[in-house]
């Protein structure tokens, strides 16, 4: 079984009606799920802090490049 994902636009206008931003997200169609198969796992796209501190050491130790930037999701 595939989840489709579809690509949500929406158009953010001032008080004056003038075209603040344009604004576009993608979704997952859930209503494609099916009981049973991967049904109760859900995934939560948090990472601990064990988990970062580990990847920061090994990345420090092979002289890697780490970058960081922000993702707004709502």
Same mark, same amino acid.
């Given at each position: 079984? *595939? !989840?489709?994902?579809?690509?949500?636009? @929406?158009?953010?206008?001032?008080? +004056?009606?003038?075209?603040? @931003?344009?604004?576009? #997200?993608? *979704? &997952?169609?859930g209503? #494609?799920?099916? =009981?049973?198969?991967?049904? =109760? /796992?859900?995934? &939560?796209? *948090? &990472? #601990?802090? /064990? &988990? !970062?501190?580990?990847?920061?050491?090994? %990345?420090?130790?092979?002289? +890697?490049? *780490?970058y960081?930037?922000?993702?707004?999701? %709502?």
């Open positions: 079984m *595939v !989840i489709t994902l579809k690509w949500i636009y @929406k158009v953010k206008l001032d008080e +004056m009606g003038g075209i603040l @931003k344009n604004k576009a #997200r993608l *979704v &997952a169609r209503y #494609r799920q099916e =009981e049973g198969i991967d049904f =109760e /796992e859900s995934f &939560a796209p *948090v &990472a #601990r802090l /064990e &988990a !970062i501190r580990i990847f920061l050491a090994y %990345a420090a130790q092979k002289n +890697m490049v *780490v960081q930037m922000d993702v707004k999701t %709502a």
